[in-house]
């Protein structure tokens, strides 16, 4: 069954309600509807070209992902107008619920870039940008998250340093954190072997739900379904994860994997859970950079503390 899930900011919640799920029928690929409705700032002008940028940068990322179901930006805005909603990033639970019945859309976007600065450094031009971007439930009006995406980079100019300091912040980066809060979740629908380290396994969620080769997905199986002689709800159980697979190949409603690690026989029926990594390739590029130049700096430094006691 495929399920998608919003990892709702909740203490201790082992349950992820989803926004769409199917058992094989019309509806198994159905992919969550979403909108990005606007961006805002408190630096700049409504109509400011930063803001149409920052809204483009958003709009690529969500349908590169593959995961939604995009609304084009020219119905959004035509719905809008006709309605006369003007949104902001302190949108109300009943604007959202309303303007997700108009739009049909199950998730939206409202952003506001906080800080876009740019300061000369002698012949160039270094600029940070922070947007806040908000993910919003449109059926029910609740706050899902907030993300804070920073960028910083450097540019002949302030206008190429502050957009390359936007274009930094989104990306991977952006992506990845989508990732983390939309997952999806199947299961395991048939293994080959005997369910252990580099035997194949089948799942029920493919190319068509955003799945691509090599994502990962840990498959776990339920370890307590009731506490205090009281039975827990579906997909409130506690899970105990029993291995890692590894995407090979997909179709566009299953994926075939290689189990990569077993502290358990995988079965017919676990549920399999998209495993985000923690940081984006880019990511670990800075940070391998940065280590790197940590490094250079100090044998430069012991080289030169040498020198000058010689």
């Known amino acids: 069954m495929l399920m998608w899930s919003l990892l709702w900011p909740m203490a201790g919640a082992a349950a992820l309600p989803a926004l769409a799920q199917g058992a094989g029928g019309a509806d198994a690929a159905a992919k969550p509807r979403l909108a990005v409705l606007g961006v805002t700032s408190p630096v700049f002008s409504r109509s400011s070209a930063f803001n149409e940028y920052v809204l483009n940068l958003i709009t690529h990322d969500v349908t590169t992902m593959g995961r939604f179901d995009v609304v084009e930006r020219s119905h959004i805005d035509a719905v809008l107008r006709e309605q006369r909603f003007q949104l902001s990033g302190a949108i109300d639970p009943a604007t959202a619920v309303e303007v997700g019945r108009i739009l ?91 369910g252990l380290k580099g035997d194949t396994v089948f799942i029920s969620v493919g190319r068509s739900h955003g799945v691509q080769v090599g994502a990962e997905f840990e498959v776990k199986r339920p370890e307590v379904t009731t506490l205090a002689g009281m039975q827990l709800p579906e997909g409130h159980y506690f899970m105990r994860t029993v291995a890692a697979i590894r995407v090979t190949d997909t179709s566009s409603e299953f994926s075939r994997a290689t189990v990569v690690r077993a502290d358990d026989r995988v079965l017919e029926g676990d549920t399999v859970v998209e495993l985000v990594p923690a940081k984006s390739p880019e990511e670990k590029s800075e940070t391998l950079l940065y280590v790197l130049t940590a490094l250079l700096v100090a044998v430069l430094l012991l080289n030169y503390g040498g020198d000058a006691a010689d």
């Open 104 to 194: 049909g859309v199950d998730i939206g976007i409202i952003a506001s870039v906080e800080v876009l600065e740019a300061r000369r450094v002698e012949t160039w031009y270094r600029a940070e940008a922070v947007t806040m971007v908000r993910l919003i439930d449109m059926q029910t009006g609740r706050l899902i998250s907030t993300l804070r995406v920073e960028g910083s980079a450097t540019g002949d100019t302030s206008l190429e340093a502050q957009r390359k300091a936007l274009d930094h912040g989104f990306g991977s980066r952006f992506r990845n954190r989508l990732a983390s809060v939309f997952s999806f979740q199947g299961s395991v629908i048939e293994v080959h072997g005997e």
